[in-house]
């Protein structure tokens, strides 16, 4: 152990060093599918394939891509949910040497638009029922290809007859367009690849988008090295390997969702219960069903998780770690759940961790068998954090708040094409190696262990996803009723944060309920739902700074106190 790492008596049995492989993350997976060919890799509603069975697939489509010109270098869009086909096409891109740039599959096409102009993709791969938005984007470099994936694509017969007459009734027929290729037609065509895979650990393997101060999602380039460690770092910490299950809850265009709940488990031999929408209820069913040994997630999942009463009785024994992230853990959710588990025969804990996409994801933890109030824990094996006084490289004393820093092999190559963003976010401290500025504040106690205090940057969180107010505000902005906006994240008892629009009317006697709907319905259209506000606050004019920018720490603060008001005698 280091003066600078005095967390490392905290690790009990986990090294605190791991070696990472020098393959690219379909060599990886390759590994996996020779050491456990009849283990199960994925399963989805209902439906399963071997790691044999997997490889033969992302290696049909690897060919079934190429002979479509996708090519090693390109850019490839995945607005998937979390599927088999979303899986399959993230390796075989690989294969070829090319970078996924994986988005939203419920992206307008505004945002669809600025995904394929930022990446340069002309192929792109879709879910028919979301294929309208990116057939309406229009990027500067038009979409040469798009292939379309069903989820009847991978179920069974009987399962596949079972969807069109339920849901399948929903989705309309895509338009005739001769871009359009569909998913089973691609790899019946194709016999699997046989030419030796492109790529080296160090190439990118996947382009991830975060907010940025322009309000655009930023791309995040991460390189397989990055996934590779991030996933044996992960996989460690939560004892998680060949064999154990963990349901892929959050989605393959998130960090957690593709690093650890796909890549990790397929890394280790795990099975990767694939969960293509979120809801309580479903994942309710699959707890005693799959019986994952690992469970990850945002505060709304385990708090309805927690009240499910389908969940009474059900044998909770499985779950060996349960973590949870992307916002504040509440201490009565994480009592409630616990005390779930435990009557269902369970003894994990919920513990906290903290990561962001621009290290892939989680880079600290609490270990299993630590538990500190509010902590968010300590970096993974090979992982190191500290705070510095923000806007300097320079450390701050234990207990002191300053901006989080992260370093270690799990953290970002950069920003896709912003070399400005890169060295701002990125810099080389005195002692030699290179450190991840966050944005966020915290502190950190003589013990090493972390505790998140507030973002710097201006995002917002809810039910665990990304909002980035620049974006929304500028969408409001665009309605020829508004002449000022500024977007705020207030507490919501569900969403943990729900978004609020403050809203300068240009005409005050049009401020009402009437232009509230337009100005929602106007977000509607253009931003993913997560992203519009739940509510409208019209103002005669917005607060300022000394400096004659938007105060919205100031709006903020006039919500909380209307809201103390209300609850007071």
């Given at each position: 152990m280091t003066d600078d790492r005095p967390w490392l008596r905290f690790y009990g049995a986990i090294p605190p060093s791991l070696d990472y492989p020098e393959v690219t993350l379909y060599e990886a997976l390759a590994a996996s599918a020779r050491r456990h060919p009849q283990a199960v890799a994925w399963s989805f509603l209902g439906a399963s394939a071997t790691y044999a069975r997997l490889l033969e697939d992302v290696d049909r489509c690897a060919a079934g891509l190429a002979a479509e010109g996708l090519r090693a270098g390109d850019r490839f869009l995945v607005s998937l949910p979390t599927t088999p086909q979303a899986v399959v096409a993230f390796y075989a891109a690989l294969r070829l040497g090319a970078v996924p740039a994986m988005v939203h599959p419920l992206s307008t096409a505004a945002e669809l638009t600025h995904y394929l102009d930022a990446t340069g993709a002309t192929r792109a791969i879709v879910l028919d029922a979301f294929a309208g938005a990116l057939l309406a984007a229009t990027p500067r470099r038009p979409l040469e290809r798009i292939v379309v994936a069903r989820i009847p694509d991978c179920l069974p017969a009987w399962k596949r007859l079972a969807f069109a007459l339920t849901k399948g009734r929903a989705i309309a027929p895509l338009p005739p367009d001769p871009?359009?290729?569909?998913?089973?037609?691609?790899?019946?065509?194709?016999?699997?690849?046989?030419?030796?895979?492109?790529?080296?650990?160090?190439?990118?393997?996947?382009?991830?988008?975060?907010?940025?101060?322009?309000?655009?999602?930023?791309?995040?380039?991460?390189?397989?090295?990055?996934?590779?460690?991030?996933?044996?770092q992960a996989a460690t910490w939560c004892g998680m390997g060949a064999g154990d299950a963990i349901l892929a809850v959050l989605p393959v265009f998130h960090g957690f969702g593709l690093g650890v709940c796909v890549n990790a488990a397929l890394m280790g031999g795990g099975r990767t219960v694939l969960v293509p929408q979120f809801s309580a209820a479903v994942v309710a069913r699959l707890l005693p069903r799959e019986r994952p040994a690992v469970l990850v997630g945002v505060p709304t999942l385990f708090d309805a998780l927690a009240r499910d009463p389908s969940l009474e009785g059900a044998d909770l024994s499985c779950l060996k770690a349960c973590f949870c992230g992307a916002d504040t853990l509440p201490r009565e959710v994480k009592e409630r759940f616990e005390a779930r588990v435990a009557a269902g025969g369970g003894r994990v804990k919920l513990l906290e961790g903290y990561g962001l996409t621009e290290a892939v994801t989680g880079i600290m933890a609490m270990p299993l068998a630590e538990y500190r109030e509010g902590s968010i824990g300590i970096p993974f094996p090979d992982m190191r954090a500290k705070i510095v006084r923000p806007g300097t490289t320079e450390a701050v004393p234990a207990g002191e708040e300053g901006e989080i820093c992260v370093a270690g092999p799990a953290v970002m190559r950069g920003y896709l094409d912003d070399e400005a963003a890169t060295a701002e976010a990125l810099r080389r401290h005195a002692d030699g190696r290179t450190w991840l500025h966050t944005g966020d504040l915290g502190r950190m106690d003589a013990d090493g262990f972390a505790y998140f205090s507030v973002r710097l940057k201006r995002m917002i969180k809810s039910s665990g996803f990304n909002v980035y107010p620049a974006q929304v505000e500028a969408v409001l902005r665009g309605h020829p009723a508004v002449a000022e906006a500024c977007?705020?994240?207030?507490?919501?008892?569900?969403?943990?944060?729900?978004?609020?629009?403050?809203?300068?009317?240009?005409?005050?006697?049009?401020?009402?309920?009437?232009?509230?709907?337009?100005?929602?319905?106007?977000?509607?259209?253009?931003?993913?739902?997560?992203?519009?506000?739940?509510?409208?606050?019209?103002?005669?004019?917005?607060?300022?700074?000394?400096?004659?920018?938007?105060?919205y720490r100031a709006l903020v603060q006039r919500h909380a106190a209307r809201e103390r008001a209300k609850g007071s005698p």
């Open positions: 871009r359009l290729r569909p998913w089973r037609a691609l790899l019946a065509a194709s016999a699997p690849a046989r030419e030796p895979p492109a790529g080296t650990t160090d190439d990118p393997a996947a382009i991830l988008f975060s907010g940025g101060t322009t309000g655009l999602p930023k791309g995040i380039v991460l390189t397989h090295r990055n996934f590779i460690a991030e996933g044996l977007v705020i994240g207030v507490p919501d008892p569900a969403q943990i944060e729900r978004v609020k629009a403050c809203v300068v009317p240009r005409e005050p006697a049009a401020a009402g309920p009437a232009l509230e709907a337009a100005l929602i319905a106007h977000c509607r259209e253009r931003l993913i739902k997560w992203s519009c506000p739940r509510e409208v606050e019209f103002v005669d004019a917005l607060p300022l700074t000394r400096v004659g920018k938007i105060d």
